[in-house]
T-cell receptor, first 115, second 114 residues
Framework: DTGVSQDPRHKITKRGQNVTFRCDPI?????LYWYRQTLGQGPEFLTY????????KSRLLSDRFSAERPKGSFSTLEIQRTEQGDSAMYLC?????????????FGSGTQLSVL | DAKTTQPPSMDCAEGRAANLPCNHS???????VYWYRQIHSQGPQYIIH???NNETNEMASLIITEDRKSSTLILPHATLRDTAVYYC???????????????FGKGTKLSVIP
């Protein structure tokens, strides 16, 4: 257990529905990241927060995706009007500022299946 | 970030050393080499990182060639629990712009055999 919690662990939804995932990072970590991983591929960066500020978004993050970190603690990732291509593992990671070369702590992910 | 090349798969006998190679011939002077691994159904786990000196921690050793164009991750006594996909990643050090993304490739699937 890395200390990063993700909920739910699995989500099955129908195409066109909205889904929301939650990530609780390690409490003292001010940096939070979302990644997406499809079968047989390495994780791909989606977005990055430093405290409550969303400082970077990947081009992979289409308009249907939105991420928030309202109080600089937990974060949510919402996908609107899901498509079958959104089926993937969504991973959250956190790290702490202050180290020159930080290491990321990943959660176990939320597996999304869009039918 | 510089690209890395890793073999898609490797086998290792339990109890023996596992040596996982990584090529990063276009690495820049301020880029670090990171290794993460991912056990099935879990998120990636940090193993070790280095700039140019060899590094060792409780999990593994990292050997970086003098020209920094390649590196080897060594698991000294592989166990069945070390079966995982191992990712070699090169990234800019520090906390400036662009340093917070990890670019994962497909990694090396290490199978530790009893």
């Amino acid at each position: 257990d890395t200390g990063v919690s993700q909920d739910p662990r699995h989500k099955i939804t129908k195409r066109g529905q909205n889904v929301t995932f939650r990530c609780d990072p390690i409490s003292e970590h001010n940096r939070l990241y979302w990644y997406r991983q499809t079968l047989g591929q390495g994780p791909e960066f989606l977005t990055y927060f430093q405290n409550e500020a969303q400082l970077e978004k990947s081009r992979l993050l289409s308009d249907r995706f939105s991420a928030e970190r309202p109080k600089g603690s937990f974060s949510t990732l919402e996908i609107q009007r899901t498509e079958q291509g959104d089926s993937a593992m969504y991973l959250c990671a956190s790290s702490s500022r202050g180290r020159l070369n930080e290491k990321l702590f990943f959660g176990s992910g939320t597996q999304l299946s869009v039918l | 970030d510089a690209k890395t090349t890793q073999p898609p798969s490797m086998d290792c006998a339990e109890g023996r050393a596992a040596n996982l190679p990584c090529n990063h011939s276009t690495i820049s002077g301020n880029e670090y080499v990171y290794w993460y691994r991912q056990i099935h159904s879990q998120g990636p786990q940090y193993i070790i990182h280095g700039l140019k000196n060899n590094e060792t921690n409780e999990m593994a050793s990292l050997i970086i060639t003098e020209d920094r164009k390649s590196s080897t991750l060594i698991l000294p006594h592989a166990t069945l629990r070390d079966t995982a996909v191992y990712y070699c990643i090169v990234r800019v050090g520090g906390s400036g712009a662009g340093s917070y993304q990890l670019t994962f490739g497909k990694g090396t699937k290490l199978s530790v055999i009893p």
